[in-house]
Each structure stands twice: as C-alpha cells, then as structure tokens.
C-alpha cells in the first residue's frame, strides 16, 4: 500500500511496513533525550543497525547534549547495518494536553528536515513520532507531522526528492492517509 502528494519537487509517500527497511538516504528515529535506545522503533532500529549507532550516540550525549537531546530537536548519526545511509534521532513529546506538545511535535518533523537539508539528504523516512510509547493519538499526530512537513517543503521546494511515512500498522496508515487528504 502506498500513496503519494507532491510539493514541489519532492512526493510525501506513504507506506505501511518496518521502517528499519527503508531505502531511504536517511530514516528518522522516535528516540528518547538519553539517546542510548529503549524500545518502540528505537529498539528495531539500535538492535538491525548495530552497535555504531549507539557508539556515534554515546558520543553525541559526551560531547553536545550531557543532559540529553531536549524534546523537539534532533541530531544524525550513521546507519550501521540499516539500508539507509544515516539515522536522524529526534524526541518527539509525550502525549499530554499542555498547549506546547503539539508544538513540540512538529518541531521533531520541522528539526529534522532542516538536518536532512544541511546534510545534503535528498529522500527520508519518519515513522508516527510519539504515537507507541508516548501515547500520541493517531489522529492528532498525523495532521501535525504532515503540515509541519508540508510547511518546511514549500520552504525548501527543491531540497529532497521524498519523505516517507512508514506506518506499522493499517491504523497508523489510515491516519496518516486522512490527513494527507486534506493537505
Ligand atoms: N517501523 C515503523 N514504525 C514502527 C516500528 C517500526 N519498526 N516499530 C514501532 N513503530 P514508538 P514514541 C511505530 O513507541 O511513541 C521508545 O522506547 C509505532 O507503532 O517507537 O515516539 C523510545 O526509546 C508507533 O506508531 O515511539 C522512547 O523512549 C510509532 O512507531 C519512546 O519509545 C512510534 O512509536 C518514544 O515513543
């Protein structure tokens, strides 16, 4: 199952599947501050890719973010074993009706592309940040993910060729389907 919008030149795609697969320059971890994995698609992605990516992460804490990377940002690491060339880990927040967390949530999306462009990253996959472990609803997350990506695509029209989706599961797909309607 897959579906497709384009802006400019890059199509947001949608697809249901493992994102540790993906053949994508990069794909976007839903990491915690620690950095150090957990489990959720930050334990696939630590356990398929190897233990590089944990090395450059323990690095990463060492020298920029001692006290962890805070919600909304991210960082880039190698890939290790995963088909994808780098893993950019960001920390979506967890689910809470405080008015800064849908902010925060399309900060992880906004923060991300902006790594994948200062890094010459032309495609890229994310999964739903913040809807496993931190309990983000599917129906609130996926109209934020998608606007916030649309948003940075008509900034940046010519920077990437794709951003994925990869949904687990046909809810997640769903979702992220109905959302991607009303761009
Ligand atoms: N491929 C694609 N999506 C996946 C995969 C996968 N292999 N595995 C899970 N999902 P989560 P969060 C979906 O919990 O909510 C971790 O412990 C999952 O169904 O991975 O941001 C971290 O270390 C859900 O839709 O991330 C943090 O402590 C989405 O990915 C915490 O969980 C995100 O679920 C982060 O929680």
Redesign the pocket.
């Known amino acids: 199952m897959s579906r497709a919008h384009t802006i400019g030149g890059t199509a947001i795609v949608l697809a249901q ?5 993906a053949r994508t320059d990069a794909i976007v ?4 501050s ?1 950095l150090l ?9 630590h356990r398929k890719g190897g233990p590089e990516i944990l090395a450059e992460c323990r690095r990463l804490r060492a020298e920029h973010w001692p006290d962890g990377l805070p919600t909304g940002q991210a960082v880039i690491t190698t890939a290790g074993r995963l088909p994808a060339r780098y893993v950019i880990h960001t ?2 927040p ?2 809470s009706q405080k008015p800064d967390v849908p902010i925060l949530l399309a900060a992880c999306h906004q923060n991300s592309l902006a790594l994948a462009v200062a890094h010459g990253i032309r495609s890229l996959a994310f ?10 609803p ?1 129906d609130e ?1 996926a109209p934020i993910a998608l606007g916030a990506t649309a948003a940075h695509l008509h900034a940046h029209p010519d920077a990437h060729t794709e951003v994925r989706f ?4 046909a809810d ?1 797909y769903a979702a992220f389907e109905s959302a991607l309607a009303t761009l």
């Not at 994995?37 to 992605?45: F, L, N, P, R, W």
């Not at 990869?166 to 599961?169: D, G, P, S, T």
């Open positions: 599947g493992d994102l540790t697969e971890n839903a990491a915690n620690g994995g957990g489990g959720g698609v930050d334990g696939a992605i920390v979506g967890v689910y999964s739903a940040v913040s809807t496993g472990v931190y309990g983000y599917l997350a990869v949904l687990f599961n997640a």
